[in-house]
C-alpha cells in the first residue's frame, strides 16, 4: 500500500505557483454567503490546512481558486493570473496549472484508469486528438508516470468503477498529477475513506508537496490530519478565515477557536498508529 | 413559519401548489375530452353495433394467402432498407443532438433551449404527416419515407438520451473541467462512456419502431410495404393483408433477437 516518493518514478514538476486572494467574497445564487471577504497569501511551495465546520466555507474557498464558483466580489490571482475575470480560454489554461483532488473521487467509472488519468492531459492537448484517442507519447508517459508515483500502475485497464475508494482516489491524484500542476487543490479527499487509507492517501499528498514543491491546500474535517499534514493551518468560520498559522503548534484549544465549540472525539480521524496526541516534534512519517 | 413542539421550520420554498395544479389540469382534461358536444364523441353502443362486421374479417385474417408471398418479398425488402438506413443517420445526428440537449453537458440555456425547443416540435408531427408532407416535396417513393423517418428518429432518440444524460452523476464532468477541458473534450472523454449503453439501446429499440413505422409510410406514397397493403386493402383481401402481417412479425422477432445480440456486444 505504501505508494509515497519513490524517487524513480517522480514526475517532473513545473514552477510552482503562489495565490493571492483580497477581499474575496461569494453569493452564491439563492442568497447564502459562502466566503465573507476573504484576504489570503499563499506562498509557492506551501502545505496548508483548512479546517472549519461544515458550510464553514472550505469547498467554496477551493472553488474560486480555480474558478468552478464565481466570486462575487474580490480578486483572485494564481501565479499572478487572475482568474476571476479570466475570458473561457484563458480560464481554461489556467485549470490545466491546478489539479483538483475531490471527496468523492469524480472518476468516470465506465472508461479506463488510463482513459481517467488522461482527463488530466485535456487541457495540454489539442481536441482533435483527443477525439481520435490520439494522445502524444509525452502525455501516455506523464499518465504512466503519475500513476506509479501512487502505486497504482498495475490497474491501467481496469475499469475505473472496479476499483476500492482509496485505489479511485489514489487514481484520482494521479490524473491531478499527470497535469504537472503548480497548485493542488484537495476538497476533503479523505472524509469517504477509513482511517488507514485515509492516511495513505494524506501520505502521498504530503509527499507530493515535499518532493515535487508544489503548492498544496487540502481542506479536511478532522483536526488531527490537519495538525499532522499541514504545515500552514487555516481556520474558518461562517465564510471568514478565524484563524492562520503554523500547523504544528495548533493545540486544541486553537481548534476550539476554530469551532466555537468544545472538541469532540467524532474531530478526529482514529489513527492507525494510535498518534493522535501527536507530538508536534516528531518528524514526518514514510 | 410554523412552530411544532419548540422546533422552528424554516419558510417552506414556493412553488408547491404546482404539483396539485398538474394534476387538476390532468383531471380537467380528461373530463372536457369525455363531454358530449365538444369531446371526442367516444361511445360503446357503435363498438356493439360494428362488432359483427368486424368479427367476419378476423376471421379472414387468420388464413393468410401463402401464394401472395412472392410479391410481397420487394417492397418488404425495401421497408427493411429504410428503416435500417434511417436508423443509422438518425442515430448520428442523435448523438451529438442529445449532449447540446442535456443541462449537465450544455450549461448555455439559450442553445438548449433552442434545441429543445426545435426538438419538441419536430417530435409532435406524425411520422405519417412528415411523409405526406416530403411526398408532396421530394415525390413519390423511398426518399421522403426516409426522411420522415430521420426526423421521428432524431425526435425520439435525442428525447431519451439526454434524459439519461442529465441523469447520470456530473463528478466526472466537473473533474474534466477543473482539469481546463474544452466542453468538447469534456463531453468526448467524460459524458460519452456513461450515456453510450443507453444510446445503443434507443438506437436499437429506435429500429424496431421504424420498421413498424416504416410499413405504413406506403398509405402516403412514401415507399414500402404499405402501397401494398393500400392496394390489398381496397380491394377487401384481407387473407393477403394477414400473410403481410405475419411477415411483419417475423420480422419484428429477427429484430428484437439481433438487437439482443447486438447489445450485448456494443454496451
Ligand atoms: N451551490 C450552492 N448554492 C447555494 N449555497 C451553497 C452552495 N454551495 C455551498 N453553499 C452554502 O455556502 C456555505 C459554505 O459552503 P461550503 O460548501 O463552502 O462549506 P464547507 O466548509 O465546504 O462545508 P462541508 O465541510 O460540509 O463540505 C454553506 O452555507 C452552504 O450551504
Ligand atoms: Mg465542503
Known sequence: MTSGANGSAAVPAAEPWGIELKDVTVRYPDGTLGLNGVTLSI???EMVAIVGLSGSGKSTLIRAINGLVPVTAGEIAVGGHRVED?????????RGEIGMIFQSFNLAGRTSVQNNVLVGRLAHTPAWRTLLGWYRPRDLDLAHRALARVGMLEKLYNRADALSGGQQQRVAIARALAQEPRVLLADEPVASLDPPTAHTVMRDLSAINRDLGITVLVNLHALDLARRYGVRLIGMRAGTVVYDGAATGAGDDVFEQIYDRPIRAEDRVASITGEIGRDASTGEPE | ???????VLPPRPSGRWRRWAGAALVAAITLVTLLPGIGIGFELTSL???????AERIGRLLVPDWSFFPRTVRPLLETLQMAVIATAVGAGLSLPL????????????VGRGIVRAVLNTVRAVPDLLYAAILVAMVGVGALPGILALVLFSVGIIVKLVSEAVEAT???????????GGSQAQVIHALALPDAWPPFVNQTLYMLELNVRAAAVLGLVGAGGIGLLIDQVRSFYRYDQIALIIVELVVIIIVIEAVSGWARRRLV
Not at chain 1, 479570466?86 to 489556467?94: D, E, T
Open chain 1, 86 to 94: 479570466a475570458g473561457a480560454r484563458a480560464l481554461r489554461r489556467l
Open chain 2, 169 to 179: 452523476p456530473t463528478g466526472a464532468l466537473e473533474a474534466g473541467r477543473a482539469a
Open chain 2, 48 to 54: 356493439l353495433e360494428n362488432w359483427r362486421n368486424g
Open chain 2, 1 to 7: 413559519m410554523s412552530t411544532t413542539a419548540g422546533i
Open chain 1, 43 to 45: 506562498a509557492p511551495g
Open chain 2, 98 to 109: 442529445s449532449f447540446w440537449a442535456a443541462r449537465t453537458t450544455n450549461p448555455g440555456a
